[in-house]
């Protein structure tokens, strides 16, 4: 009987690692109706809800919500999609947000071809996807994003659709439109960033442009108030005891040479060490960094080990950090320890085992 990495049998394995993964959903699945679902849908709704109605969705960047980690602080598409939400309960859009970050994670396992059901209960019961999935929270969305991209690279109008889209959702991942150009999809990548600049400037020009010239500063402010209190660089220098300022310097260090990476791989060829480095650019990068974020290496992951692995189960050691604030020492530094790991993983060129002259 085959053993699995853990030393149990496939079987015994499976059967384990489905029903924790079973048990967090219906956890999840019974706090439907309540508050304790969609924490951050619910925000994206009252956002939708003042644009229905002719209001700016953004608060000042003075004002408590910022501090309170209440304020709509993406860009207008994802208010203005939610629309239509706004006339049903909140309750009840907040449900359907969580069964679509949930669709969301299991699409793009299953875009990226990963059939293995250890693979897909071991997302479910990590850290990372289980914040997301309570909060419904739009960084779900993401890696399914990145995964229809990683499909159509070879397209030029879907690719820059799909890619443009998701830049303009969430601004930090931009460093994929470095990944399309670095190998040799240029005009792939100006069209993509072109198509998130345009549908900005449309949807903005959609709620008369109220908040634009003061984003920028609420992006600031919420940077401030919560930088430390996350897992960025900037929080794990302040956790070791140095200034803001060392942590911003080690952003730029540790996500130049991860872009730098990107250019040099994907100029060689290898498309996915590019997107790899691309992802690990932009969880470098991003001055806030929460659990939810940390869905972006599912897909490097999914494309480095279709199968399972023990690498997947990496990400469910992140319940020893909080997935409210960051902890304290060990706590800070375990996400940027399980994704270094993880995306050494993905660089690492997979063993190949030879096959015995009597299974052939």
């Keep these: 009987m085959k053993k699995s990495a853990l030393g149990l049998s496939r079987t015994v394995f499976t059967a384990v690692i489905v029903a924790c993964a079973a048990l967090l959903l219906t956890t999840l699945f019974a706090a439907v109706g309540s508050e304790r679902l969609g924490y951050d849908f619910r925000t ?27 304020a709509y602080v993406y860009p207008p598409p994802l208010a203005i999609a939610l629309v239509p939400l706004t006339f049903l309960s909140t309750d009840l859009a907040a449900a359907l947000g969580f069964l679509a970050a949930l669709a969301a994670l299991v699409g793009t396992l299953l875009v990226l071809g990963v059939r293995d059901v250890r693979c897909h209960a071991a997302l479910i019961a990590s850290s990372p996807a289980w914040n997301a999935l309570e909060m419904a929270n739009l960084s779900a969305l993401l890696p399914l994003g990145l995964a229809v991209a990683w499909r159509l690279r070879e397209t030029l109008w879907p690719f820059a659709a799909v890619v443009g889209l998701t830049v303009a959702a969430k601004l930090f991942v931009w460093p994929v439109l470095v990944w399309s150009a670095a190998t040799g999809r240029l005009r792939a990548s100006v069209l993509s960033g072109a198509t998130a600049v ?58 130049g040479a991860l872009l730098a990476a990107c250019v040099t791989l994907g100029r060689k060829g290898d498309d996915r060490q590019a997107l790899t480095c691309a992802v690990g650019a932009a969880l470098a990068l991003t001055p806030i960094l929460w659990q939810h974020h940390l869905l972006l290496l ?19 050691t992140l319940w020893l950090s909080p997935r409210a604030g960051n902890g304290e020492a060990l706590q800070t530094l375990l996400p940027a320890l399980i994704v270094a790991a993880v995306i050494y993983v993905c660089l690492a060129r997979p063993r190949i085992t030879a096959v015995p002259a009597s299974a052939t």
């Design 44 to 70: 994206y709704l009252v956002a939708a809800e003042e644009v229905r109605v002719g209001e700016s969705p953004y608060a000042s960047p003075e004002s408590d919500l910022v501090v309170d980690g209440k």
């Design 298 to 316: 599912v897909v490097p992951l999914a494309l480095a080990r279709p199968r399972f692995t023990i690498v997947w189960l990496l990400p469910i």
């Design 198 to 255: 345009a549908l900005l400037v449309v949807t903005w020009a959609a709620i008369g442009f109220v908040g634009l010239t003061s984003y920028p500063a609420l992006l600031r402010a919420l940077a401030d108030v919560h930088a430390v209190d996350s897992y960025s660089l900037i929080a794990i220098a302040d956790t070791l005891g140095f200034s803001v300022a060392v942590g911003r310097v080690a952003m730029l260090l540790l996500g």
